[in-house]
């Protein structure tokens, strides 16, 4: 059976089991037909992705962008009329976790390898590809998972120039054990004969390996030489280019029209606001519901470097004590965040209908909402028209009876992407890098009741190991590190010549790529010691600080 693909250490990220990191997977098996019939963005070449229920659907589409190729997922039942009404200059299969040969899985029309398309088929892919044409799958006696030693018996297209041998990713139990007519094989493994095959006048290729993970070394090389090379599609999708057109569809949806946007302190609503400011200027108002519960500095830095920065109207709600209020004495994480949503949305919303009534008496009224939807979200929601709240946007989601219409210029956006364009846009590295962060803030990580005590203690710890994360050079190799407090643990320790009671600390640092998987970080002792030492003594009721070892799965990256 062909399983998905994995990686071990820092590679991995994410479906959308954090509430900070949308859905990496999208099981849309049987479901019909979501695309949409033209392309998203007709002046980009464009591949699609058709998606087999591979957990790295939307890895393959990020490298793809990677190599600026325009990309985009589309299901695996999208009707081949309907794929070939979006103009795509390559189509790439992605893996899945079943057999081609099991009763209800999924296949592909034939049709689409008659309609002159270029075609990379990608394990699960590949072996599709070679059933539908003629070739031969088997059921192996030996599978393949993890890195496997390629051989390149010849180069072909992809692999021409690269080496004869090279390490190569497999997650697979099956394997085409005879290529369909009129394809050469170009290279094996120890256990599969067909490992790589292609028929260059019909510009088809198939590989049973993983090109898009980290661990296959001439990857992104197979993956360019597929798009450039195989398909000719143009390298035009740029940071430049991105923002030119995001900003030409901004005005051309709003006109003149008024808008706000809400700031949640994170990367996407910041990336979203401050595009739209470059689009419409001062039509645009922010606002940024503080409510307590982010980490030492970012309120004041929403506050300062974000105007700063872009020169937006900022509205600062400061509702700490009201969000402190209402989660006196819960400690049920899923009751913690509901209370904080709906705190989030009546305040939201009070604020909205004081612009409005300062709007309509100059005269004007406002009419859209500014959202940092990313792709990762359209691709969760089902469908790339969906125009949807996020549920887990900024706190808790808004309502859906919000009456304004949606702006989302990060829409068909990957994460790494929306960085990328903060920094095109001028915007603080403090901001644009940020670590993912949860809506809900510090309050889930208390383990237990909510207190301005115990949040001081959370953020003082959490301020402690980013600092030295920042020290160390590792805040861009790690995907999320932060501080977990056990409120309602208290264990025994020495602090001077006392004995004392303290609270332990529970340190959490992952490696990932998108938060679908994550592996716990292999910090360095002296670090983790300089860590330890510090938050004890300098956050006097912490006397234990423990580190976090479990990956995902079988853990989650936040505790609640």
């Not at 820092?10 to 949409?36: C, F, I, L, M, R």
């Not at 010691?529 to 956050?539: H, L, T």
Request: hydrophobic share 40%; proline share 7%; net charge negative.
């Amino acid at each position: 059976m062909a399983s998905r693909p994995g990686e071990p250490g820092p590679s991995g990220q994410n479906a959308q089991s954090d509430q900070n990191a949308p859905s990496g997977e999208n099981t849309s098996a049987g479901q019909g037909p979501v695309s949409q019939a033209q392309p998203t963005h007709p002046g980009y070449d464009t591949a699609l992705v058709i998606d087999f229920g591979a957990q790295y659907a939307q890895l393959i589409a990020r490298r793809v962008r990677e190599c600026h190729v325009y990309s985009e997922i589309v299901p695996w039942n999208t009707p081949v009329a309907e794929l070939l009404a979006r103009r795509p200059s390559a189509v790439i299969l992605s893996g899945g976790p079943k057999s081609v040969y099991s009763p209800g899985a999924p296949q592909v029309d034939p049709a689409l390898f008659d309609a002159g398309i270029p075609v990379l088929g990608i394990c699960y892919g590949h072996q599709v590809m070679a059933q539908a044409l003629g070739g031969t799958v088997d059921r192996t006696n030996t599978a393949e998972y993890g890195a496997t030693t390629l051989s390149v018996t010849r180069p072909g297209l992809l692999f021409d120039g690269l080496p004869v041998e090279q390490q190569v990713w497999m997650s697979h139990g099956d394997a085409v054990s005879a290529a369909p007519p009129g394809f050469a094989v170009t290279a094996n493994t120890r256990s599969t004969p067909v490992a790589a095959f292609e028929d260059l006048g019909r510009r088809l290729f198939g590989v049973q390996f993983h090109p898009e993970v980290l661990h296959t070394e001439q990857g992104m090389e197979v993956l360019r030489r597929f798009l450039l090379h195989g398909a000719g599609a143009r390298p035009a999708w740029t940071m430049v280019n991105i923002v030119d057109e995001a900003v030409a569809a901004v005005r051309a949806q709003v006109g003149g029209a008024r808008l706000i946007c809400a700031l949640s302190g994170g990367v996407d609503s910041a990336v979203a606001g401050a595009l739209v400011q470059r689009a419409v200027g001062e039509a645009l108002t922010c606002v940024f519901v503080d409510h307590g519960l982010l980490r030492a500095g970012e309120a004041e830095q929403v506050e300062r470097d974000f105007v700063a920065s872009t020169g937006v109207e900022l509205v600062h709600i400061k509702a700490a004590d009201r969000f402190a209020a209402a989660l006196a004495g819960v400690t049920d994480p899923e009751q913690k965040r509901k209370i904080i949503g709906r705190e989030f949305i009546r305040v939201f919303e009070e604020a909205a209908r004081d612009l409005e009534a300062r709007a309509e008496a100059a005269g004007s009224r406002i009419e859209y909402l500014v959202q940092g939807t990313l792709y990762p979200d359209v691709i969760e929601s089902g469908s790339p028209d969906a125009a949807k709240i996020k549920s887990h946007h900024n706190v808790g989601g808004l309502p859906e009876d919000l009456q304004f219409g949606l702006v989302e210029p990060l829409r068909m956006l990957f994460k790494d992407e929306v960085r990328r364009l903060g920094e095109e846009l001028g915007l603080p590295e403090e901001i644009v890098w940020r670590q993912p962060f949860p809506g809900p803030g510090l309050a889930v990580r208390i383990i237990g009741e909510v207190t301005p005590e115990r949040l001081e203690i959370v953020r003082a710890a959490d301020q402690i190991v980013r600092d030295e994360i920042r020290r160390s050079g590792l805040e861009r190799e790690i995907w999320q590190v932060f501080a977990v407090l056990l409120a309602d643990v208290r264990s025994v320790g020495v602090q001077g010549d006392e004995r004392t009671y303290g609270h332990p600390i529970v340190l959490r640092a992952v490696t990932s790529e998108d938060a679908m998987t994550a592996d716990w970080a292999r910090l360095p002792a002296n670090l983790l010691e300089r860590i330890s030492n510090r938050v004890v003594n300098e956050v006097p009721q912490i006397n234990r600080v423990v580190y976090d070892i479990t990956s995902k799965p079988p853990g989650t990256i936040e505790w609640e």
